[in-house]
């Protein structure tokens, strides 16, 4: 099946910076990105979804001037938590779908995800 | 709006045992119904799908079945191993976006 890595696993921060998590397909053109928020004890919350060289579209509630997302190639989205807070701190994951040799992948595949810690 | 509910876990097993972990949900139309499972240290992986009313979804053992008339999608596998040991989630599609419920931890001991 098709891969999907993130970058890096755990990252801790201090209050005010900001902070990037790389989200990467391995082995296929990701046309489309997702980018899940997960509390404890709690379900995946879709943040957003990107499409390859264009905006994203963020859910409402998602600040999108704090959850910056760029989509600038077919193998890799970024997600960057800009002047981080400790209310920011939680686990965030991405998915995609996209395709590979002609074949389409509808399904979406999961990354690893990132615990992010803000003190 | 859509929503997915599932049992709260912890769920504890002993090996060879029968698992059912509920799952409920509320959609307009007609959606997609997923579970999904993670093992410790690893992304979510699909374990098995039903794209319509009284579809069965099977994989490794693991079935469900869309229940329309009681909006479920109840999963099941009739003799677990200490290996299942992992958080289930259900889930809906709503278009291309996935809605998840809040995941159940199943834990079998040997």
């Known amino acids: 099946g098709a891969v999907v890595s993130q970058h890096p696993s755990r990252v801790i921060c201090k209050s005010g910076t900001s902070v990037k998590i790389e989200c990467r397909s391995l082995?296929?053109?990701?046309?489309?990105m997702f980018w899940y928020r997960q509390f404890p004890k709690q379900s995946l919350m879709l943040m957003a979804t990107s499409n390859e060289g264009s905006k994203a579209t963020y859910e409402q509630g998602v600040e999108k001037d704090k959850f910056l997302i760029n989509h600038a190639s077919l193998t890799l989205s970024t997600l960057t938590v800009t002047s981080a807070h400790p209310e920011d701190s939680s686990f965030y994951i991405c998915?995609?779908?996209?395709?590979?040799?002609?074949?389409?992948?509808?399904?979406?595949?999961f990354g690893p995800g990132t615990r992010l810690t803000v003190l | 709006g859509n929503s997915v509910t599932q049992m709260e876990g912890p769920v504890t097993l002993s090996e060879e045992a029968f698992l059912t972990i509920n799952c409920t949900y509320t959609?307009?139309?007609?959606?997609?119904l997923f579970w999904y499972v993670q093992y410790p240290g690893e992304g979510l992986q699909l374990l098995l799908k039903?794209?319509?009313?009284?579809d069965k979804g099977s994989n490794k053992g693991f079935e469900a079945t869309y229940r329309k008339e009681t909006t479920s999608f109840h999963l099941e596998k009739g003799s677990v191993q200490v290996s299942d040991s992992a958080v289930y989630f259900c889930a809906l599609s709503s278009g291309n976006k996935l809605v998840f419920g809040a995941g159940t931890i199943l834990r079998v001991k040997s």
């Open positions: 998915s995609a779908i996209g395709t590979s040799g002609g074949v389409s992948y509808n399904e979406q595949f």
């Open positions: 039903a794209t319509k009313a009284d």
């Open positions: 082995d296929f053109q990701a046309t489309t």
């Open positions: 959609a307009t139309g007609y959606p997609s």
